[in-house]
Each structure stands twice: as structure tokens, then as C-alpha cells.
């Protein structure tokens, strides 16, 4: 069965201080891991796409990394503004639906 | 401009009740979801149309109900209201995406709607 394991649940960081949320997953066959952020009462907002592992993407002061069983996405000197819940999902290459299978997210919080 | 929009946006009814969520995109895509997000955040797929047809079908009580009138539209009615249908809803459309080869879609979500049965 797919799932999607976020960690840690919660992170609490200065202002400043570098750190990285995983997301291990497992899946029969990939066909994307999506990272979003989502903010206390709004949606979920779209941040990256990865495809296959040893792929990187970066954002601001976000950057995304894949392998193949996992991904991170690291926070280079955050500020209070990057604080949010972070959701992974994956979606199963052998899907033609778009489903999405979410973690159960890792909420950060940046003190300045 | 809004891409995804739902309304309302709270909804606090009784027990027994019936309502509706409405959901209007105007990204284009032909696909559109309804997901749930229970009280610990965890979002979990309900369903999902793809030019009015319908493509996912989770194990939902049948108390739910979606309609699509349109690629546009995906609305959700909810019969016989009960407490353990509190949670955020959230609506989301994607249309394929092909990025150097790799093919996947990309979603993206509404506002939501947190209902709130007493």
C-alpha cells in the first residue's frame, strides 16, 4: 500500500538556523513527489514537483531533494515567514487520475 | 484573480441537516477533487471528476454526493449531517503536466470550507 511519512511533526527554529523535513515514502512506481506549504487557515500552496532521484529544486531559501525512497526539503536560514505546515505528497506513476497521497505534514515554526 | 474558489467558506450546521459546497475553478483544467482535512491536518482524497466524469471514488459514506456541471464546477452535497463530518474541506483542480519528458498533474487547492456540525 502507498504511504507518505513526514518527520519530524513538529520543528520549532531561530530565526536564521538551517535545518531539513523529510518525507519517506513508498510506492509502488513514481510518478512525482509534490512538496506544498500551507498556511494556518488557507489552502495548500504549490512549491515543487520532483520527478526521479538526485533531483534538486530550489525556491528562495527552500530547495527540494529526491531518492528513492525519500525526499527533504531544506530551509537555509529561515525567517518567521517561512513558518507553516509543510505537506508532502506522492502520486503513483501507474495513476492517470492525478491522486494525490499526502503525509500528515510538519509544522514549522521560526522564532525571530 | 482567484484560480480556485469555494464557498462558503465556514459552514456551522445540525446534525441531520443537509448542505452544499461549491467549487469553481478558472485555471483551464479539466480536473477537479474534493479532499478532506481531518483535525490533525491530514488530507485525504474524496473524489475526483475529469471533464465531468467521474475518476476517483474513495471509500466516502454515501451521504456525500459530488456534482459536476461543468469541467469549471465540482460541487459536493452532504446529506444527513453528522459530528464526524467536522473537518476542512478543500477542493482542487490540475490539468497534465509534461516537463521534459515527465508527466504528472499538478494541483492546486482552494481556500476551503470548515464545516462545523453541532
Known amino acids: 500500500e502507498d504511504q507518505v511519512t513526514q518527520s519530524p511533526e513538529a520543528l520549532r527554529l531561530q530565526e536564521g538556523e538551517s535545518s531539513s523535513l523529510n518525507c519517506s515514502y513508498t510506492v509502488s512506481g513514481l510518478r512525482g513527489l509534490f512538496w506544498y506549504r500551507q498556511d494556518p487557515g488557507k489552502g495548500p500552496e504549490f512549491l515543487f514537483t520532483?520527478?526521479?532521484a538526485g533531483e534538486e529544486k530550489e525556491k528562495e531559501r527552500l530547495k527540494a531533494t529526491l531518492t528513492k525512497k525519500e525526499s527533504f526539503l531544506h530551509i537555509t536560514a529561515p525567517k518567521p515567514e517561512d513558518s507553516a505546515t509543510y505537506l508532502c505528497?506522492?502520486?503513483?506513476?501507474?495513476?492517470?487520475?492525478?491522486?494525490?497521497?499526502f503525509g500528515q505534514g510538519t509544522t514549522l515554526q521560526v522564532k525571530p | 484573480d482567484t484560480a480556485v474558489s469555494q464557498t462558503p467558506k465556514y459552514l456551522v450546521t445540525q446534525m441531520g441537516n443537509d448542505k452544499s459546497i461549491k467549487c469553481e475553478q478558472n485555471l483551464g483544467h479539466d480536473t477537479m477533487y474534493w479532499y478532506k482535512q481531518d483535525s490533525k491536518k491530514f488530507l485525504k482524497i474524496m473524489f475526483s471528476y475529469n471533464n465531468k466524469e467521474l475518476i476517483i471514488n474513495e471509500t466516502v459514506p454515501n451521504r456525500f454526493s459530488p456534482k459536476s456541471p461543468d469541467k469549471a464546477h465540482l460541487n459536493l452535497h452532504i446529506n444527513s449531517l453528522e459530528l464526524g463530518d467536522s473537518a476542512v474541506y478543500f477542493c482542487?483542480?490540475?490539468?497534465?503536466?509534461?516537463?521534459?519528458?515527465?508527466?504528472?498533474?499538478?494541483?492546486?487547492f482552494g481556500p476551503g470550507t470548515r464545516l462545523t456540525v453541532t
Open positions: 482542487a483542480s490540475s490539468g497534465p503536466i509534461n516537463t521534459a519528458g515527465h508527466h504528472s498533474y499538478e494541483q492546486y
Open positions: 520532483l520527478y526521479s
Open positions: 505528497a506522492v502520486q503513483e506513476r501507474s495513476s492517470n487520475t492525478g491522486k494525490l497521497i
